[in-house]
């Protein structure tokens, strides 16, 4: 059975920094890509970043700079490191695992984390 548990969302000021983790069993962890999506209210759900089995990563746009995606093979969890927030950047952030050959967007999900930057 895989579960992905998302842990560290909350309520900061704009500026501020958040961590957000990802534990996740039931996958072959170092074998998945991970990922990190967000969905804002009204809004479809968008990719923020992903790292490849290997350690590549992948950012959207408006992250880029100020976000950074990690993974610990060793303790199958993925963290992301959100620097200078901005109010923008509220949503609900979910964790995304998928195997190699399966399309972005598929795969197994956690709950969401809500993230709440005010101004």
């Known amino acids: 059975q895989v579960q992905l548990v998302e842990s560290g969302g909350g309520l900061v000021q704009a500026g501020e920094s958040l961590r957000l983790s990802c534990a996740a069993s039931?996958?072959?962890?170092?074998?998945?890509?991970m990922g990190w999506y967000r969905q804002a209210p009204g809004k479809q759900r968008e990719l923020v970043a992903f790292?490849?089995?290997?350690?590549?990563?992948n950012y959207t746009d408006s992250v880029k700079g100020r976000f950074t995606i990690s993974r610990d093979n060793a303790k199958n969890t993925v963290n992301l490191l959100m620097n200078s927030l901005k109010p923008e950047d509220t949503a609900v952030y979910y964790c995304?695992?998928?195997?190699?050959?399966?399309?972005?967007?598929?795969?197994?999900w956690g709950q969401g984390t809500q993230v709440t930057v005010s101004s």
């Open positions: 995304n695992s998928r195997g190699a050959g399966v399309v972005s967007g598929y795969g197994y």
């Open positions: 039931g996958v072959i962890f170092r074998l998945n890509v």
């Open positions: 790292i490849t089995p290997d350690g590549n990563t």
